[in-house]
């Protein structure tokens, strides 16, 4: 079919197979559609995994160090230190549900009166600062001064000068007597 005829002129078979031809041309540039298409597919999804990867690399090269000094648990923690007040020599009460409302609980907290606290941080990374005795106070809506000026603190039978730095531990006795 080089010698192209007008399309009156040619029998059957070249019809035919001018048909043919054209059929071919048609599913190779359906092809060439196809396999552009699968290209930019992939080039669309290698740029996403790339761009994930790099944020993901950034978000890990760029977060502050945690000084292992300062972490206490990276999966939580569930301790129980007592507290104890004494104003000129009376013991005070320290409420229920200090740290509870109908809708949440922070993680240290009080369930009943008596003075021990809940240290309850499940799951989560602890640090040194979550777990004073100055957040147990915040927590409370009260300062540690708040009692008097003249502290006195002891814990468990040691003299303690840290007040609301001290980091609480489990079973810790911590003592405050106001003068």
């Not at 972490?71 to 004494?86: A, K, N, R, V």
């Not at 949440?104 to 979550?130: C, Q, R, W």
Request: glycine share 8%.
């Amino acid at each position: 079919m080089d010698n192209q005829k007008p399309a009156g002129q040619l029998n059957n078979k070249e019809r035919y197979d001018l048909k043919q031809q054209e059929k071919l041309q048609v599913q190779e540039s359906a092809g060439r559609k196809d396999l552009i298409k699968k290209i930019g597919s992939w080039s669309l999804a290698g740029v996403v995994v790339v761009v994930l990867a790099g944020g993901f690399i950034w978000k890990v090269a760029t977060r502050p160090p945690i000084l292992g000094s300062d972490l206490i648990s990276e999966t939580g923690i569930h301790w129980h230190p007592e507290l104890s007040i004494y104003m000129k020599g009376v013991k005070q009460e320290i409420p229920s549900n200090i740290g509870v409302t109908t809708l949440s609980m922070t993680p240290i907290h009080t369930h009943e009166a008596g003075g021990v606290i809940h240290l309850e941080f499940d799951g989560v990374a602890v640090y040194k600062n979550d777990v004073t005795l100055g957040q147990f106070f915040k927590n409370w809506d009260k300062d540690m001064q708040s009692f008097g000026m003249n502290i006195e603190m002891t814990v468990n039978g040691k003299e303690s000068t840290e007040y609301e730095s001290y980091v609480m531990h489990d079973k810790d006795k911590i003592e405050l007597r106001y003068e």
